[in-house]
């Protein structure tokens, strides 16, 4: 089984940050899971997203679609572990996947969060340019 090698991700950036699901919803029609959130967030998860960053030591968490089929993304069933973690299992090769709930918010590709990303990106730019300035 690959639940063996399946190993948590940690996301140290969003650790302080600890959100928990309270509903998930898989979208068959439209291939993706809906997760609501503790504090009223709602994110959309494309399957074939969420297949490429599992973070087991076969897959390595890294996105990379290129590597994988749309078959691969078809979902067998989805716990939650109990401890933290979303769990769903792939209805291709009998393979599983383990989410952290913090690694899975991070993979969260609603609008807002996007937003909050470009945001992140503009707000560092705008400290080192702050810093050119200083010196003045
Ligand atoms: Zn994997
Ligand atoms: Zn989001």
């Known amino acids: 089984m690959g639940e063996d090698n399946a190993v948590l991700a940690v996301d140290t ?4 940050e600890n959100f928990y699901p ?5 979208l068959k029609e439209f291939e993706f899971l809906r997760i609501v959130w503790d504090d009223g ?7 074939a997203h969420l297949r490429s960053y599992c973070t087991c030591s ?11 089929e749309r078959k691969d ?13 979303l769990r769903v299992d792939w209805d291709n ?3 599983t996947s383990i989410y ?3 690694f899975l918010r991070s993979l ?6 996007e937003a909050e990303r470009m945001l992140a990106d503009s707000i560092e730019r705008v400290e080192v340019s702050n810093q050119k300035f200083a010196g003045r």
């Open 13 to 16: 950036e969003r650790q302080e």
């Open 22 to 26: 309270v509903e998930v919803t898989q």
């Open 41 to 47: 967030h709602l994110g959309d998860y494309p399957l």
């Open 58 to 68: 076969t897959c390595g968490g890294r996105g990379d679609y290129s590597r994988f």
């Open 73 to 85: 993304s078809y979902v067998q069933n989805i716990y939650d572990t109990g401890n933290g973690a």
């Open 93 to 95: 090769g009998n393979h």
């Open 100 to 102: 952290s709930f913090t």
């Open 108 to 113: 969260c590709r609603c609008w807002m969060c």
